[in-house]
Nanobody, 124 residues
Framework: QVQLVESGGGLVQAGGSLRLSCAAS????????MGWFRQAPGKEREFVAA????????EYADSVKGRFTISRDIAKNTVYLQMNSLKPEDTAVYYC?????????????????WGQGTQVTVSS
């Protein structure tokens, strides 16, 4: 069983930066495909970024491309989401997720394990 715990959310002004962390236990992140999703009030959960199972590729939603970076530290068994140039529309609860597919997946239903979420609020 895989457990995921997010941290690093908070309140930031537009144009600022945050780094989210997702600490995994039960399995190494080096053997998992990892993703970040977000959900704003009244909206569906949406894909933000993902890294493939063995780290060979990353994918980003168009809305965050060039501003967000997903990475992982196998020694710390942690995945990160570096978020720069934040905008008010980035405000949401951000979730870390994992699956055992080899390639990047974009749909929430394709992920087996989820963290509890961390709130990110960007003020204008």
């Amino acid at each position: 069983q895989v457990q995921l715990v997010e941290s690093g959310g908070g309140l930031v002004q537009a144009g600022g930066s945050l780094r989210l962390s997702c600490a995994a236990s039960g399995r190494t992140v080096g053997n998992l495909a990892m993703g970040w999703f977000r959900q704003a009030p009244g909206k569906e959960r949406e894909f933000v970024a993902a890294i493939s199972r063995f780290g060979g590729s990353t994918e980003y939603a168009d809305s965050v491309k060039g501003r967000f970076t997903i990475s992982r530290d196998i020694a710390k068994n942690t995945v990160y989401l570096q978020m720069n140039s934040l905008k008010p529309e980035d405000t949401a609860v951000y979730y870390c997720a994992a699956n055992t597919y080899f390639s990047v997946r974009f749909q929430p239903t394709e992920y087996d394990y989820w963290g509890q979420g961390t709130q990110v609020t960007v003020s204008s």
